[in-house]
């Protein structure tokens, strides 16, 4: 193994940072090393820089926060690794100094994961070539994912799930010794943090492949071990409309899901040549731009939104192997799954828990998967009424926008080909009638202006406090929504037949 630089046969792109870093750090002995240099290969964007130096690299972290008014964390200081975060050109970038893994560069090198990340370009020399002693250029050319040694996913069986992503966004083949290595690592994985777990699955689910993802995730014992809830979905038969079992809709609702958000956010020609995508751009076309803000949110450390978006779809129908029943008398051998959405919730905040999600994603969660079926229940035909709409939002608030999103992907796996293309667009106007309730008549619909507060009440209509109350203030707002009522006086009133009515 040479550690003699070689030209790539290609140029390497490098952000101006890097040549700023070159003019920070004139004589230091320091590499890029890890993706970045992957990446500049590829010319993808860098947000994120790795150097590895043979002391101590908190030092150097500080040097550069201090100098490109940054901040400095130490994050590791029994191996010496310094992280400096800085603002460039509008950009946050992460810039994480190392001390070499083992007792040279080439040890450092040999002990990362997957030879497309252990190459390393000397910073204080030409950037235009690589030290690749592994054969990572050679791999990426071949389009190929190979463990830097045996060893290497033992070691760190979170490594078997970071195959996989690099894997889907790469497009690379894991070969053969990569892939029984994976295999092998996953039942270690309980070794590791959950916080590790998670945001190695998060990042998977944030592809643009999230459902190949997680069949080969299934595929290779990863996914039992991250979120064996999944597993049990394999088999569970449905009843018509489905045409798949349970695990393998899930599948094809977290691929309809992806290029919703997709069609949404940066359509591509394919979302914009299929039909029944564009029949969504179309429906939805008003609310494209608050769409795409919605999606573009981030939770905490950093987690992209339609990545939770799609554990949701992940386990929207968890609860349908628990609550699997015989069907209806003239129909017992079809399958049915009452409140199958109820033990899913459950199920999910618990999965959402064992990840060490934040409080906020866990109650996101829930919500979705408890709510999923409210469109689809809410949709005969007919439009929905206001009382309806204003209900839905009550009960989601803006985890409604979600449970949209997720009602369309669910309804197009459903029927696949099969989907009847009037049908479909019937739906979707239903569909825009619920979101039409949250971004053009919220105050009208969701949360109008309160006529009555429940002091009002309690002095006008002399009662105790107590849940009577609140169910009073709820009809009271239900009413006003319809239009029944529009001032104070009106709604005393109806507040008191309400309660003669009870007493009748």
Known sequence: MSLAPVAPGRPLFWPPIVERLQALLPRAPVHIVGGAVRDAFLHRPLKDLDLA???????????????????????????????????????????????????????????????????????????????????????????????????????????????????????????????????????????????????????????????????????????????????????????????YDVWRHTLAVVERLAAIVRLLTAPSAAEAANAQLGLIAFALARYRVQLAEHLAAQWAGQHAHPALLALAALLHDSGKPESMRSGASHYPETPAFPQHEQIGAAIAERRAAALRLSNEEIARLETIVRHHMRPLWLYSGEPVSKRAVHRFWRDTDRAGIDICLLAMADYLATYGLALDTRDWVHYLEHIHRLLEGYFDRYDTEVAPPALVTGRDLLHHLRLEPGPLLGELLEKITEAQVEGHITNKEEALDWARRLLDARES
Do not use: K
């Open 53 to 243: 130096a043979p002391s101590d690299g908190r030092p150097l972290a500080r040097r550069i926060a201090n100098a490109l008014r940054g901040a400095y964390y130490p994050l590791d200081a029994q191996r010496g690794v310094g992280r400096a975060l800085i603002v460039w050109q509008d950009e946050n970038i992460t810039i994480d100094v190392a001390q070499y893994r083992g007792a040279d560069l080439l040890a450092d090198l040999t002990l990362r994961d997957f030879t497309v990340n252990a190459m390393a370009v000397s910073l204080g020399g030409d950037l235009q070539h690589i030290i690749d002693p592994l054969g990572g250029l050679d791999d990426l050319q071949a389009r190929r994912l190979r463990m830097c040694t045996p060893e290497a996913l033992a070691d760190d069986p979170v490594r078997s799930l970071r195959a996989i992503r690099l894997s889907l966004t790469f497009g690379l083949l894991i070969e053969p010794a990569t892939r029984q290595a994976v295999r092998a690592a996953a039942p270690h994985l309980a070794r590791c943090s959950a916080e590790r777990i998670r945001d190695e699955f998060f990042a998977i689910l944030s592809t643009a492949r999230p459902a190949a993802g997680l069949a080969a995730l299934q595929q290779l014992g990863l996914l039992a071990q991250v979120v064996p809830e999944a597993e049990s979905l394999i088999g569970i038969a449905q009843p018509p409309p489905h045409r």
